[in-house]
């Protein structure tokens, strides 16, 4: 079935991401570096495939580490994640110097990027500075890279071609320079490339001053994934604006420096199975009566926290029947808070829960419970399990990986309800959901009221449907489309098990 974890690249998998798949974190007590998990679907579903076939992971160590060349230690023997069994001399940390890193990830990426492909050009800052140090972390994340391919011995490269898998909108130019370096070299391999974040229209892109070298960047690939389809369609017309290159929309191909390069929707899911486990084990953690209506979210401007909060504003004045019966339970993670974009949205984020649960709060209710903080994955599937409605509402997201946790743990006969923006990935392939606009506040409320009311034979109905979908294409059904993109896929029992 589409979890079973039978999934292998038939080359050495080297993936290259900002991060590794664990931070490293110095034990106070002993001085000693030491190996912090982190839990991402990501991570669950790679990792993996990364331990079977003795691949390789690049990234970021998440910490600025006294010494470059410090050895990366081994894992703790009574960690049970994902990444145990990846040894040392699988990781490769990429060191950079911190004002350099700091340019590169808080300046380009988190303050260009970021806003630009979620279509906020307002609220990105371009600089020649930050993109000179962009520039210069993706040359060390590619030199990394070709000294890996280098370092492959002859059984290596006799077992398939390597597959090196970049990672996201912080390693955008490494492509083209391992190609261009690796073929002087005539070293063999192939190059894909996956965004997690959505690919702008032209209109938008073409603002960013540099917009030719990305397109170059990432046409340096054998082919490129967006999530969904109209991510592809946006950058391939990119490319035939900007670049002037032969496109085939249909076909989802660009013709760039001699090669083809293919584009394929490629939409990620969850561990579903994992979160399906946890919702039987999760405690009952809310005690109340009441209908949750449930947020979980990075505390960022994408995920529409400053409308959703007046949208529930909204139904409490236009149905006050609700009030006493129902809460808004958000959880929200700080994120980036070294930006200050993100330390604004905090305080704005604290005012408004303070004003809607002074205006509606009596005696014995307050219309919202705001968690400002990390939950624990067994916690959060209690949450998910146990809310009558989650709302996913972002102004823009690449997917949302919340809206698929919360339908994976809806295991109650009677389930709850999702209510899913347009603008996220998600929202384009969870036809069951309730869609709602989170600009339209009035309008939001009431497709609130409509799940809060929404009899029971309906949300079994739509849950199902939901259920079935994610089930089925959950990450490691994503790792293996990757893999057979990349035309490297190959199982246990050799068959290529994929329509
Ligand atoms: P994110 O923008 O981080 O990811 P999302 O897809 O929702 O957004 O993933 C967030 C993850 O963090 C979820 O797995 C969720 O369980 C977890 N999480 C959120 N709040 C939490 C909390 N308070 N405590 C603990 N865990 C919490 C980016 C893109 C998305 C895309 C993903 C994957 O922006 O659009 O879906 O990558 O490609």
Redesign the pocket.
């Given at each position: 079935t589409s979890s079973q974890n039978a999934t292998t690249a038939n080359g050495k998998l080297i993936v290259v991401a900002n991060r590794l798949p664990f931070v490293l974190r110095k034990n106070d007590q002993t001085g000693k570096w030491e190996r912090k998990a982190s839990a991402?679907?990501?991570v669950t579903a790679v990792a993996p495939v990364v331990i079977q076939g003795n691949g390789l992971w690049i990234g970021w160590p998440g910490v600025q580490l006294d010494d470059p060349n410090m050895p990366i230690p081994e894992s703790d023997p009574s960690d049970c994640t994902p990444t145990a069994g990846l040894r040392s001399n699988q990781v490769v940390a990429v060191y950079v110097e911190p004002q350099i890193f700091d340019s590169y990830y808080n300046g380009c990426c988190n303050g260009t990027f970021w806003p630009l492909f979620h279509s906020m050009p307002d609220r990105a800052v371009f600089s020649s500075d930050t993109w000179k140090a962009y520039a210069a972390v993706n040359h060390e994340f590619a030199d990394k890279t070709l000294n890996a391919l280098k370092c492959l011995n002859k059984e290596d490269i006799e077992a398939g071609a390597p597959l090196v898998w970049l990672h996201d909108y912080h390693l955008m130019l490494a492509a083209n320079t391992i190609r261009n370096e690796a073929e002087s070299l005539d070293l063999k391999f192939k190059i894909g490339f996956f965004l997690?974040?959505p690919f702008p229209p032209w209109d938008i892109f073409r603002l960013f001053p540099w917009a030719d070298e990305i397109l170059q960047g990432m046409l340096g690939c054998d082919m490129v994934g967006f999530?969904i389809e109209d991510y592809c369609l946006n950058f391939v017309e990119c490319c035939q604006r900007r670049l002037g290159c032969r496109v085939d929309r249909k076909s989802l191909l660009v013709e760039h420096g001699g090669r083809t390069v293919r584009i394929r929707p490629l939409p990620?899911g969850i561990p579903y199975d994992r979160f399906l486990q946890m919702a039987h084990e999760a405690p009952k953690l809310i005690s109340t009566n009441q209908q949750i209506v449930l947020g979980?979210?990075?505390l960022?401007y994408t995920k529409g926290l400053v409308h959703r909060l007046r949208s529930f504003e909204a139904l409490l004045e236009k149905h006050p029947e609700h009030i006493g019966k129902v809460t808004m339970l958000q959880?929200?993670?700080p994120s980036r808070t070294d930006v200050k974009e993100y330390q604004e949205l905090k305080e704005e984020m604290d005012q408004l829960v303070g004003r809607i649960n002074g205006k509606f709060t009596t005696p014995n209710w307050s219309p919202i419970r705001y968690?400002y903080?990390?939950?624990s994955?067994m916690e959060?599937a209690a949450f998910y399990r146990d809310s009558a409605v989650a709302l996913v509402t972002p102004l823009r997201?690449?997917?949302?990986?919340?809206a698929k946790?919360y339908v994976a743990c809806q295991i109650n006969p009677s389930p709850g309800v999702l209510i899913v923006s347009p603008f996220?990935?998600a929202g384009e392939m969870m036809h069951e959901a309730l869609i709602c606009n989170p600009y339209e506040i009035d309008d939001a409320a009431e497709v609130i009221h409509r799940a809060l009311t929404m009899p029971e034979d309906e949300r079994v109905l739509r849950m199902n449907c939901l259920r079935r979908r994610e089930k089925e294409n959950d990450v490691n059904y994503w790792m293996r489309s990757f893999l057979k993109a990349m035309g490297t896929l190959i199982t246990e029992d050799g068959e290529d098990v994929l329509p």
């Open positions: 991402g679907g990501l997690h974040i999530h990620i979980v979210d990075r960022d959880i929200s993670v968690i903080g990390c939950v994955q959060l997201d690449g997917m949302n990986l919340v946790e996220a990935g």
